[in-house]
């Protein structure tokens, strides 16, 4: 997957990024168009890309009617597969949004809360003219997908020199399948920087991330270090039992 | 086996059902049962992230070497062949020199388990993760043991879908990534507060979780706000609902 959006990218002479998310992710799944949105108050408001008119339509119906998949995702923090949009449950459900969205030429929404844990960034929205569940495999693409979106989101928001130290999204690089296996040890250490450093979570997950790609080590094995408490990340980060 | 123990837990399993449900209290809560009822000594749920991984959902204790014992499993292991059967996996006497799974036997046995067993928890035609149970001494579970292990595990997969209806199939993938990353918040709320306490994680579990049952909040949501907070003070002021 990851080689996916870096041909993608390196096909447009750019690095890796949301625009790309939203190619692959639209392409990988037989999709008819994907757009992620950048929440900051519990909402999805702010359209970061899209891949045509209907879905920016789309993800400002929702924003409008307050209604709607990607609403959705936020409160239940979990993917909507709307495989069907004929479906009674989703006229039931949005019962604005729905009929505004297969006159677009929507039959099929999927959506995806773009968080790790308690940290939000945004949402991930796809749609394809013909009804039809996702296969298998491409529900797993595309939920690898919205983590490196999610991933994307917290580096372009709030800190950029912390999360993107050589402003060039090569960070990016060694991190993205750094979380291919998924480690409680990560989500642990960046409860704890919140007490350490006294930042909110998105930028304690940020400085973690940050501090591994400046030591040129696995995201996981610096996390484990911070769990046995044998590292602190204070403003200047030292072994504990340093001066 | 205690019929008492038995009856009561059912009880309880069934209490948390209802009420203000939280899927990973109630998954804790399985394992903690388990080992009791099973005479094990520690268990743990594992799910199927479709991202390709199993990922512990619940584990009857947080002691790192429990978790690294889920975490090779994802690349051998009792758990990843009873994933892939479909099928109860057993090992009855584990040592390291286990041809089965080399890594996975290694460091079962460096914690001190002999005897592991994985229960597939099926929905219809789909295994959609396991119930792993470990103990100290080798031996075979008897066929007792092993009926009610599978009921427990079947019980895990009835809990995790707690809208009974479940009537397209994209609700099980739905529910399954909801499990998951409420697991990640309460994972997050463990590390500020065992950061803030100087606890061990396993401790800074249990004072979320009696706060929430305390409270009557889902243990979820506790945790979800005690991240979020601009403080670290626990337990938390009282907040009016939005």
Redesign the interface.
């Known amino acids: 997957m990851w080689y996916q959006l870096a041909a993608h990218a390196a096909a447009a002479g750019t690095r890796v990024s949301l625009a790309d998310v939203c190619g692959v992710a639209a392409g990988s799944a037989q999709l008819s168009g994907g757009w992620v949105a950048a929440s900051r108050n519990e909402e999805p408001d702010f359209v970061m890309c899209a891949t045509d008119p209907v879905c920016e339509r789309l993800a400002e119906l929702q924003l409008t009617l307050a209604e709607g998949p990607c609403h959705d995702v936020l409160v239940s923090a979990a993917p909507v597969l709307a495989a069907d949009l004929d479906d009674a449950e989703f006229s039931h459900r949005w019962p604005a949004f729905t009929p505004e969205a297969r006159e677009r030429g929507a039959a099929a929404v999927f959506a995806f809360p773009l968080i790790f844990g308690a940290i939000r960034a945004g949402v991930m929205g796809l749609y394809r003219r013909t009804a039809g569940p996702l296969r298998e495999g491409q529900f797993g693409d595309l939920l690898i997908l919205a983590d490196i979106a999610t991933m994307l989101l917290l580096g372009s928001l709030g800190d950029g020199a912390v999360t993107d130290p050589d402003g060039d999204g090569s960070w990016l690089d060694g991190q993205a399948p750094d979380l291919a296996l998924h480690r409680a040890e990560i989500d642990q250490a960046t409860g704890m920087l919140t007490v350490q450093l006294g930042v909110p979570v998105a930028e304690a997950f940020a400085r973690l991330r940050a501090y591994a790609y400046s030591q040129d080590r696995r995201l996981a094995d610096v996390a484990s270090e911070i769990v046995a408490r044998r590292l602190r990340l204070d403003p200047d980060p030292v072994p504990d039992g340093g001066p | 086996m205690d019929a008492d123990l038995l009856s009561d837990t059912f009880v309880e399993l069934a209490d948390t059902m209802v009420a203000d449900f939280d899927v990973i209290d109630f998954l804790h809560m399985l394992t903690d049962r388990s080992v009791m009822l099973l005479s094990a000594s520690a268990a743990g749920v594992v799910l199927a992230?479709?991202?390709?991984?199993l990922?512990?959902a619940a584990s009857s204790n947080e002691a790192?070497g429990l978790?690294e014992l889920f975490?090779i499993q994802?690349d051998q292991g009792p758990c990843l062949d009873c994933y892939r059967t479909g099928r109860p996996v057993t090992a009855t006497d584990l040592s390291d020199q286990d041809q089965r799974w080399p890594r996975f036997a290694a460091a079962a046995t460096r914690y001190g388990f002999r005897t592991v067993e994985a229960l597939p928890m099926r929905l219809r035609e789909q295994v959609i993760g396991a119930l792993n149970l470990f103990r100290a001494v080798p031996g075979r579970f008897d066929p007792a043991d092993l009926r009610l292990g599978q009921a427990l595990a079947d019980v895990a997969t009835i809990g995790l879908l707690h809208e009974r209806n479940v009537?397209?199939?994209?609700t099980v993938?739905?529910?399954l990534?909801?499990a998951l990353?409420?697991?990640?918040?309460i994972?997050?709320?463990?590390?500020?507060?065992?950061?803030?306490l100087s606890l061990d994680?396993d401790h800074a579990f249990v004072m979320l979780r009696d706060y929430a049952r305390n409270s009557n909040q889902r243990l979820t949501d506790v945790?979800?706000n005690f991240?979020?907070s601009?403080t670290?003070d626990f337990p938390p002021l009282p907040r009016t609902p939005a």
């Open positions: 992230d479709p991202r390709g991984e990922r512990v790192a978790l975490q994802n009537r397209r199939s994209e993938a739905e529910q990534q909801a990353n409420s697991r990640v918040v994972e997050q709320a463990k590390g500020k507060l065992a950061e803030r994680m945790a979800r991240v979020t601009a670290a």
